[in-house]
């Protein structure tokens, strides 16, 4: 059950973007696993990938379509990863999107492929072009929320976001969504996620806009510490919403833009940890006072990748000593001891590098029963701070990961 998370009852149509959803029966029956994208004319797209070099058979092709041309088209699908399939692989997406362009009129270097599921295994593709017809028979405006339910894998719950702002006075939309719940780790964005508006924006001030919000984002956020194959995040602009175009960042309206689509990716990527294979708790790892940035990334990731401290989160253990252990082991250059503070929640539980005097099992088991949690850690080494997002590590997430190719 998602940690304090709601499936979305409405997402907000872009203008200039119609989706289409469908059950291609690809590798389990009746459940929507294919969707298309159709972008207007003109649209500026902005991309990053994954950076795993076992990189998937789609990331390659649609970097390389990318690079030649701006999309008209976005294909994705579940069930088969295609990933670690070779030159077949590839084949396989580039047929795909051969298909995708005879339909929609377009050259096939404008559709970029999309997959997530098992590893190792070839694509359908005989059956994914069976259904792209009643795919793109959908294809709709007001297809965002089918979409965020056909892009699920693990996901026990769909996850979309939207903002609505004004910018010189004409109103602006933003909508994503995301599916990832397993193989989240930050080395780009470890999910799948499209987020579009109809701004009229740059393809500079695009790529820094996406840039930076998936830095804040998506690049902030780990459930097991596996970097995905598959993994990409897109922005698209359409242009449609009739305001003037936003050059580059010093543009007025980019700051606006800006803020609208790191709210819509940081939203979608908290609701990718409080989904998280087998989640009860929704943790912040909060590391303060550290000589630099890098250094309390690394002292955050450290505890969010322990799995005796995960553990016992899930248990509502307050066993303090194991946060305590992963902080003294994260490879940063230098750490006083003798200087470190650990919060659980408002609770101090350790200061000047042992067991703070006002701590007590009863306040420290009172904070590990609540399904959010923050953990704080005071480096006393400098001004720099970070801030990730992390799971508990339950029985379930050890079920569905054993039986996920059941």
């Known amino acids: 059950m998602a940690v304090g998370l709601l499936a979305p009852s409405t997402l907000r149509p872009v203008k200039g973007v119609r989706v289409g959803t469908c059950a291609a029966d690809l590798r389990y029956p009746d459940r929507p696993d294919l969707v298309v994208f159709e972008l207007a004319p003109g649209s500026e797209t902005a991309a990053v990938f994954t950076r795993n070099r076992f990189c998937a058979a789609p990331v390659t092709v649609a970097r390389d379509h990318l690079a030649r041309t701006q999309p008209r088209a976005l294909l994705i699908n579940t069930g088969y990863a295609n990933a670690g399939t070779g030159k077949p692989g590839i084949d396989d997406a580039r047929a795909c999107c051969q298909h995708v362009a005879r339909a929609l009129g377009c050259v096939p270097e404008q559709v970029l492929p999309f997959s997530t599921g098992v590893i190792g295994e070839r694509l359908p593709v005989e059956r994914l072009v069976k259904a792209l017809p009643a795919c793109l028979a959908r294809l709709d405006e007001a297809g965002w929320l089918d979409a965020a339910h056909g892009i699920m894998t693990t996901d026990t719950i769909a996850k979309g976001a939207w903002r609505e702002i004004n910018i010189r006075s004409r109103v602006v939309t933003v909508t994503g969504i ?5 193989m989240i ?5 470890t999910l799948l996620a499209f987020v579009a508006t109809d701004a009229a924006v740059s393809s500079e001030a695009l790529r820094t806009c996406l840039t930076r919000a998936v830095e804040g984002s998506f690049n902030r956020i780990t459930v097991d510490g596996d970097t995905s194959t598959n993994d990409a995040v897109l922005l698209l602009a359409t242009g449609k919403s009739a305001s003037a175009p936003i050059s580059d960042e010093n543009d007025e309206g980019y700051k606006q833009l800006a803020n609208a689509v790191n709210g819509v990716c940081l939203e979608l990527a908290h609701a990718i940890v409080r989904d998280a294979e087998g989640a009860t708790k929704f943790i912040t790892v909060e590391v303060i006072e550290g000589a630099s940035e890098s250094d309390c990334l690394e002292v955050a990731y450290t505890i969010a990748h322990s799995p005796l401290v995960k553990t016992a989160f ?4 307050p066993n303090w000593g194991r946060i305590l252990a992963a902080v003294g082991r994260a490879p940063i250059p230098t750490l006083d001891v003798t200087d470190v503070s650990i919060f659980l929640n408002e609770v101090r539980v350790v200061s000047g590098g042992t067991l703070d005097p006002d701590y007590t099992e009863a306040k420290g088991q009172a904070v590990m029963c609540k399904p959010e949690i923050t953990v704080r ?11 990730i997002w992390t799971s508990d590590l339950s029985h379930e997430y050890v079920k569905i990961n054993a039986e996920y190719r059941s």
Do not use: C, Q, T, W
């Not at 780790?185 to 964005?189: C, F, I, T, V, W």
């Open 314 to 317: 899930f248990a509502s253990d």
């Open 377 to 387: 850690v005071a480096l006393a080494a400098g001004s720099s701070s970070a801030r």
């Open 178 to 182: 995301a599916k990832g719940a397993g």
């Open 185 to 189: 780790r930050p080395d780009m964005a």
